[in-house]
């Protein structure tokens, strides 16, 4: 069974970073992966998504040059690295999996998701 838990989320002020981590368990597929997150009476939305190879990354357009996605397929886990945060980047920010290894904008792409860490900003 896929299982993936994120971790790294927490309370910041403006300008502040964080550091979001998912780790995959429970399959060998090489998989695309992508960061999501749904604030508070939102949809979820695309934060950025990553193939399996790390050669295709692809960002929305709310966060290019401040977020940064990655992966360490050795450890199975993909990264969000978060800076400049705003306040208006606060949510619940979800990892999901795709077994077709692209990236992909999609919620319906994904086929296993983490439960959620939630990231919160102040200004």
């Known amino acids: 069974q896929v299982h993936l838990v994120e971790s790294g989320g927490g309370s910041v002020q403006a300008g502040d970073s964080l550091r979001l981590a998912c780790t995959v368990s429970?399959?060998?597929?090489?998989?695309?992966m992508g960061w999501f997150r749904q604030g508070l009476g939102k949809e979820r939305e695309f934060v950025a998504a990553?193939?399996?190879?790390?050669?295709?990354?692809e960002y929305v357009d709310s966060v290019k040059g401040r977020f940064t996605i990655s992966r360490d397929n050795a450890k199975n886990t993909a990264y969000l690295q978060m800076n400049s945060l705003k306040p208006e980047d606060t949510a619940v920010y979800y990892c999901?999996?795709?077994?077709?290894?692209?990236?992909?904008?999609?919620?319906?792409?994904?086929?296993?998701w983490g439960q959620g860490t939630q990231v919160t900003v102040s200004s």
């Open positions: 999901a999996a795709s077994q077709y290894g692209g990236t992909y904008r999609e919620t319906t792409m994904y086929d296993y």
């Open positions: 990553i193939s399996w190879s790390a050669t295709m990354i």
């Open positions: 429970g399959t060998s597929s090489t998989y695309g």
